[in-house]
């Protein structure tokens, strides 16, 4: 199980329990950035020290090999699996190459060092800034609380209120401080997935590209990378897919931050101060708080305990609550409380007028009830005028913007978008629009149709369904993934399972021109997965799903013919696979297992001769060549079941690009730019070196069949 979220609303509270939360994610960035420091010593001494080159080496794969990923949340998906055993299968490959003692170190600095250098000086380093910044205004803000909750009622109304607004403001800084702190550590958290492992992985392949026996190596890595590649892409794409969802909850935290209560926490919590008489005179006690309504149970736990103190958690009924006037005590803020365990009033001290409000209104005490503003969105409805929008739309796209580079990707102006829509749902007339004329484009269209989707009443996957869907995306067997996601399609409301399935087919359509749009189903399942299967809650916790949203998209795209064929035998329950012999399970991508070759005796004019026979120059200056005949190695491992396989002749790649697309979704590389839109990493601009791959063998390098 992996690091618990932290959520936006703890930052208001701030909980005991959340800076023991906080204090794990603080030392798992240490441990992080040690270990980082530990990659660029042990690659520096591997380019610095050729003559002990194979030490190094080793003791650079055990580096690797002793790191492992945490995570946030309970599950990881496919690409995350591949991710997380990445630095194994580098340290296992490492170490074969050691034995080879044939490496080269070429531009490690560039492809190595720097990129983690730049990880740590820009991401972690600017963490710990914010928490300097956060303990700062922390302490500030409680020093200043602490003297402000001693003022005397008493003092005159404009000196009361200018510390009101002096307490307020330092409330306010700290509470920025601590959201942009915890939105940064859980950022530096996430990605690093993908920002430390993608520069190792450019400094192997340097590693292997400049000796006579690494072009061997180079061919059995090839399909490795590319898939190692596009799960880094799938990653990037899901955290950002999330941080938007995140930034856009962190916003609305900041306007309201008691709005957004999670399910099963307390009704109300936070700091209170007791008043406590002893025989020497009158003390306030600090004490942590938490209220439930439904059961009236106040449980307090001291937060000011001294050497040798023998207080405790208080477990208290409530009986009433009754607001103290001003004039009868010289503290502010103060209510009374009786309870069941205690004879008397209790009194107790809340932080502000706005806060002791909540806690009258929550403990039902004879003050007047305080609701937070929340404004809410006009909401659309799943009716007839949205199916004839729909289609409108889908028929606009597969007219004139199928082919469009990026279609549903590139976002059009908000003020043409909400244009159309007013002229569309405008009640007077809805639905005269005509979306084939030139007044309309297509990135207009499009997100018209996503924000149409985004704003329903309810999302188009249901409420009720949400939770299911994601633990069946969440299955590791693929067989059970599918077939729960077939059977819960069909428990949808008939309205709703119809507008899916136009959805869903007009997205197989869009895909199926992916060499021109560059729009595959997995860059539409992070395009529609927020869209069409939201959380009814607000939390970070439901934010780290919307990856598996996106992967029940994807499936659906890629499935959609079986899925709409129609239901399955029996939809009352996901179905569960029949007993196979090996159950189709996926697999993490490897290539230290993968069976070695007879290795070759080289000479050195037959090297020549051979690569002057089988590779030529292209008419842009870059190396190609013929199928090569496999490379044999003399040390064979123990034969693996589905290792026999003869190698077939294997496909060009470039070395210097990022996967955009596999094989069978119509393999087209692109510079720079993934077919999502994200701009690939610096460490991943490596040489251009034309070469030849081969077809993954069983089990070994690809993704055993689809999602």
Same mark, same amino acid.
């Given at each position: ?60 794969? !055990? ?31 490492? /170490? ?92 530096? !958290? ?28 180079? /061919? ?44 099963? /926490? ?82 107790? /001290? ?26 809410? !969105? ?330």
């Amino acid at each position: 199980m992996g690091h618990p979220p932290l959520e936006f609303s703890d930052c208001y509270l701030d909980s005991p329990d959340f800076r023991e939360r906080l204090k794990c994610y603080e030392q798992e960035l240490e441990r992080t950035n040690k270990f980082i420091k530990d990659v660029i010593k042990d690659g520096n001494a591997l380019i610095a020290a050729i003559r002990s080159y194979s030490s190094a080496v080793q003791k650079f794969s !055990q580096t690797l090999q002793s790191f492992q990923f945490d995570f946030i949340g309970d599950t990881l998906t496919d690409d995350e699996i591949n991710i997380a055993e990445s630095f194994k299968e580098f340290a296992e490959l490492l /170490q074969e190459v050691e034995l080879e003692r044939s490496m080269m170190v070429q531009n490690a600095s560039d492809l190595l060092i720097k990129p983690l250098e730049n990880f740590r000086k820009e991401q972690i380093g600017f963490t710990k800034e914010r928490k300097k910044k956060f303990e700062k205004d922390g302490e500030k803000f409680y020093s200043m609380l602490d003297r402000h909750l001693h003022l005397s009622s008493k003092k005159k109304e404009s000196q009361l209120q200018e510390a009101d607004l002096q307490v307020d403001k330092e409330r306010h800084n700290f509470f920025e401080s601590s959201l942009e702190y915890v939105y940064q550590i859980q950022e530096v !958290q996430e990605s690093k997935k993908f920002s430390i492992v993608e520069p190792v992985l450019a400094f192997l392949h340097s590693l292997f590209t400049y000796n006579n026996l690494t072009v061997e190596l180079t /061919q059995d890595f090839l399909p490795y990378k590319q898939q190692l590649q596009l799960s880094l892409q799938n990653t990037r794409n899901h955290f950002s897919s999330t941080r938007e969802e995140l930034e856009d909850l962190k916003k609305r935290m900041k306007e309201a931050p008691l709005t957004c209560k999670l399910p099963g /926490q307390p009704t109300i919590e936070g700091y209170l101060y007791t008043q406590e008489k002893w025989a020497l005179g009158i003390s306030w006690v600090k004490y942590y708080c938490q209220y439930e309504k439904e059961a009236k149970t106040l449980r307090m736990t001291p937060m000011d305990q001294k050497p040798g103190a023998k207080q405790s958690t208080l477990d208290l009924t409530l009986k009433s609550c009754v607001r103290r006037k001003t004039d009868s005590i010289d503290k502010r803020f103060c209510f009374d409380i009786e309870t069941n365990e205690r004879s008397g009033t209790i009194t107790l /001290q809340a932080l502000s007028e706005a806060n002791r409000r909540l806690w009258m209104e929550a403990m039902d005490g004879k003050e007047p009830i305080y609701h937070s503003p929340i404004t809410k !969105q006009e909401e659309m409805e799943l009716n007839e005028v949205g199916f004839k929008f729909v289609r409108k739309c889908i028929n606009a796209v597969e007219t004139k913007g199928i082919s469009t580079e990026g279609v549903y990707r590139t976002v059009g102006s908000n003020i043409q978008v909400q244009k159309l829509l007013n002229a569309f749902f405008d009640p007077k007339c809805p639905g005269d629009v005509d979306l084939q004329s030139s007044d309309w484009d297509i990135k207009t269209i499009t997100s018209s149709l996503k924000f149409y989707l985004r704003n329903l009443s309810e999302p188009v996957m249901t409420y009720k369904l949400h939770k299911e869907l994601v633990l069946a995306a969440k299955s590791e067997n693929l067989d059970y993934r599918l077939g729960a996601i077939h059977a819960l399609v069909y428990k949808l409301p008939d309205k709703n399972r119809e507008m899916l399935e136009l959805l869903i087919r007009h997205l197989v359509n869009v895909c199926e021109h992916s060499r021109e749009n560059l729009m595959s189903p997995s860059n539409m399942g992070v395009i529609f997965g927020p869209t069409l299967m939201r959380a009814q809650e607000d939390t970070v916790a439901a934010m780290m799903n919307i990856k598996f949203q996106n992967i029940v998209v994807e499936i659906l795209i890629e499935h959609f013919g079986k899925i709409y064929s129609g239901p399955p035998e029996d939809s009352a329950a996901p179905p569960v696979p029949p007993p196979r012999v090996a159950a189709r399970r996926h697999k993490p991508i490897t290539i230290s297992k993968r069976p070695l070759r007879e290795r070759p005796v080289f000479f050195g004019a037959s090297v020549e001769e051979s690569g002057a026979d089988r590779y030529g120059q292209t008419p842009n200056g870059s190396i190609s060549s013929e199928t090569p005949k496999p490379l044999l190695r003399s040390r064979l491992p123990a034969p693996r079941p589905g290792g026999d396989e003869a190698a077939r002749p294997p496909a060009e790649v470039d070395l210097g690009k990022p996967v955009a697309r596999l094989q069978d979704g119509g393999a087209k590389l692109v510079s720079g730019k993934a077919a999502n839109g994200v701009v690939a990493s610096p460490a991943l601009r490596t040489p251009t070196l034309h070469a030849r791959r081969p077809a993954p063998r069983p089990g070994v390098c690809g993704r055993e069949d689809q999602r």
